[in-house]
């Protein structure tokens, strides 16, 4: 009865390629985030969608593209890989914006 | 701007000692802060809250709004205590949660 779930865990891709993780929450919440975790542990939010319409958009390259199907799913999506995008992407949910945040356990993703 | 600032990248302590985890804030509101943490390769979980005043696994954390500061603390470290923490702050205009650069616990036996 996993809260929020996202996969893969791991992904291991050549430069270039395109790949995407998908990411799931069972709580019923309204809101879904993207964050990013750098090499040195720095946590940044990318996205945020609220009952699917797009409300947080960081800077971050258009080569990032979120999709949410619906309020419980926001899939991200990368084009071209670059080795920079190494990083643990970590999906969240809250009930409603600004309400406490759950994340979930991650996906690893490396460039080579 | 606001900013969550946590100055030491990594804290090595001995089990049965005290712990603080220090974290300052820069905000121009009232803020809400948080305490996060995350174990080896697992999820990032709330840990504690400010509004709630709670205690979580012996763990506390007070606002200080002179000093700016919200350091958790705990008063005998556990070797289960071991973990990333991270200290946030949701800003109240966008809701944004900022989140501090981690520090790294390690109790030792």
């Known amino acids: 009865d996993t809260a929020v779930s996202q996969t893969p865990k791991y992904l291991v891709t050549q430069m270039g390629n395109d790949k995407s993780i998908k990411c799931e929450q069972n709580?019923?919440?309204?809101?879904m985030y993207w964050y990013k975790q750098d090499s040195k542990k720095f946590l940044k939010i990318m996205f945020s969608?609220?009952?699917?319409?797009?409300?947080i958009n960081e800077t971050v390259p258009n080569r990032f593209s979120p999709k949410s199907p619906d309020k419980a799913h926001l899939n991200l999506h990368i084009n071209s890989l670059e080795l920079g995008d190494s990083a643990v992407y970590f999906c969240?949910?809250?009930?409603?914006?600004?309400?406490?945040?759950?994340f979930g356990e991650g996906s690893w993703l490396t460039v080579v | 701007a606001q900013r969550v600032t946590q100055p030491e990248k990594l804290l090595s302590v001995f089990k049965g000692a005290p712990v603080e985890l220090k974290c300052n804030y820069s905000?121009?509101?009232?803020?809400?802060l948080f305490w996060y943490v995350q174990y080896s390769r697992q999820r990032l979980q709330l840990l504690l809250r400010h509004i709630s005043r709670e205690s979580i696994k012996g763990f506390t954390a007070d606002l200080n709004k002179g000093e700016t500061s919200f350091h958790l603390k705990k008063p005998f470290a556990q070797e289960e205590d071991s973990a990333m923490y991270y200290c946030?702050?949701?800003?109240?205009?966008?809701?944004?949660?900022?989140f501090g650069t981690g520090t790294r616990l390690k109790v030792l036996a």
């Open positions: 905000y121009s509101g009232s803020p809400e």
């Open positions: 969240a949910s809250s009930q409603y914006i600004g309400n406490t945040i759950y």
């Open positions: 969608y609220n009952n699917k319409e797009l409300i």
């Open positions: 709580l019923g919440h309204d809101t």
């Open positions: 946030a702050l949701k800003d109240s205009g966008t809701y944004k949660y900022i």
